[in-house]
């Protein structure tokens, strides 16, 4: 008689062998999926899209170079100030040296400091283009975001054109104390004088834009444009709740909750932003009549086509 094992084995024997399916490799970077829903879209596709969800439209991260390739017109983009380094002057240390946290970001991110700047034609209008990368120490703003954005301004309003800040940080750098602070006030200070000479400045608000750039630049636009669901605030929710002692609201510091309690002007989806930005620089500021010396090779469009599912709100 044979036993239990003898069975088993015999049967095992008996069952056709199925080779076992080999996993198609996926080439790397070939697909990306979304944070919010999970769909899978094929990355060539998405950048098409302009880093957003073909599936739930949630708005991916962008990082200073794609969007500056969004928004300025090809082989117009002339870059200000793009050798600036910041220089660690309170010899601060966390867990490690700010000095080498400054070069490592910079190797892994290509970029000397949190934000670029420089003179472009959007849709073949001058702008003078501010883009924040939040790559890079979370978008911080320190001596060198200051210093830079300041500059942009100054030069704007010299060659009265418009501003345009991308707005994408987690707030003043606490490795350079009250430096980062006063980078608060000396942009301010910049923004009073370009609206002074009657010029434009719109800033779009990503997400996130927190801490010391919300309290300063972000809201001080004549328009104030924000992504769909950008998370927009100054301290965190944790902390309000904690301070307050109560639960805050559902959607509390959105872009749409702002919206709604008129601290934004205009929610607009990216595809949109192009276009919409340039509808409202040419309404703003129709006319260039001197046009600044390194745009003197391009021409400027004399109509635009109509805007088309832009949710805008300019009171």
């Given at each position: 008689?044979?036993?239990?094992?003898?069975?088993?084995?015999?049967?095992r024997?008996?069952e056709?062998?199925?080779?076992?399916?080999?996993?198609?490799?996926?080439?790397?970077?070939?697909?990306?999926?979304?944070?919010?829903?999970?769909?899978?879209?094929?990355?060539?596709?998405?950048?098409?899209?302009?880093l957003?969800?073909?599936e739930?439209?949630?708005?991916?991260?962008?990082d200073?170079?794609e969007?500056?390739?969004?928004?300025?017109?090809?082989k117009?983009?002339?870059?200000?100030?793009?050798?600036?380094?910041?220089?660690?002057?309170l010899g601060?240390?966390?867990?490690?040296?700010?000095?080498?946290?400054?070069?490592?970001?910079?190797e892994?991110?290509?970029?000397?400091?949190?934000?670029?700047?420089?003179?472009?034609?959007?849709?073949?209008?001058?702008v003078a283009?501010?883009?924040?990368?939040?790559?890079f120490?979370?978008?911080?703003?320190?001596?060198?975001v200051?210093?830079?954005?300041?500059?942009?301004?100054?030069?704007?309003?010299?060659?009265?054109?418009?501003?345009?800040?991308?707005?994408?940080?987690g707030?003043?750098?606490?490795?350079?104390?009250m430096?980062?602070?006063?980078q608060m006030?000396?942009?301010?200070?910049?923004?009073?004088?370009?609206?002074?000479?009657?010029?434009?400045?719109?800033?779009?608000?990503?997400?996130?834009?927190?801490?010391?750039?919300?309290?300063?630049?972000a809201?001080?636009?004549?328009?104030?444009?924000?992504?769909?669901?950008?998370?927009?605030?100054?301290?965190?929710?944790?902390?309000?709740e904690?301070?307050?002692?109560?639960?805050?609201?559902?959607?509390?510091?959105?872009?749409e909750?702002?919206?709604?309690h008129?601290?934004?002007?205009?929610?607009?989806?990216?595809?949109?932003l192009?276009?919409?930005?340039?509808?409202?620089?040419?309404i703003?500021?129709?006319?260039?009549?001197?046009?600044p010396?390194?745009?003197?090779?391009?021409?400027?469009?004399?109509?635009?086509?109509?805007?088309?599912?832009?949710?805008?709100?300019?009171?």
């Amino acid at each position: 008689m044979s036993s239990l094992f003898d069975w088993f084995a015999n049967k095992r024997k008996a069952e056709p062998h199925i080779q076992p399916q080999q996993e198609r490799e996926i080439a790397d970077g070939l697909w990306t999926k979304c944070e919010a829903c999970n769909a899978l879209a094929y990355t060539k596709d998405l950048y098409t899209n302009q880093l957003v969800c073909p599936e739930c439209s949630h708005h991916l991260k962008v990082d200073s170079n794609e969007r500056i390739s969004q928004l300025i017109d090809a082989k117009t983009w002339q870059p200000l100030n793009e050798q600036m380094q910041p220089l660690d002057r309170l010899g601060f240390r966390d867990r490690k040296l700010y000095a080498d946290r400054i070069k490592e970001t910079q190797e892994k991110t290509g970029l000397t400091d949190a934000v670029q700047t420089g003179l472009g034609l959007l849709d073949g209008l001058p702008v003078a283009l501010g883009v924040m990368d939040f790559r890079f120490m979370g978008g911080s703003m320190g001596s060198v975001v200051g210093e830079k954005l300041s500059r942009l301004i100054e030069r704007a309003t010299e060659e009265h054109i418009p501003v345009v800040v991308i707005c994408a940080s987690g707030g003043a750098r606490m490795q350079e104390g009250m430096l980062s602070l006063m980078q608060m006030a000396k942009i301010s200070g910049c923004l009073q004088r370009h609206r002074e000479a009657k010029l434009l400045y719109i800033p779009v608000l990503t997400n996130p834009t927190t801490g010391g750039v919300t309290a300063s630049f972000a809201m001080l636009g004549d328009i104030i444009l924000a992504e769909p669901k950008a998370t927009i605030g100054f301290a965190g929710r944790r902390v309000i709740e904690q301070t307050l002692r109560e639960k805050l609201p559902e959607g509390f510091q959105t872009s749409e909750y702002l919206l709604k309690h008129g601290f934004v002007d205009a929610i607009v989806h990216r595809t949109q932003l192009k276009r919409t930005l340039a509808h409202l620089i040419s309404i703003h500021q129709p006319f260039f009549p001197v046009l600044p010396s390194i745009f003197q090779q391009y021409s400027q469009k004399e109509h635009l086509p109509p805007l088309e599912g832009t949710e805008v709100l300019l009171g």
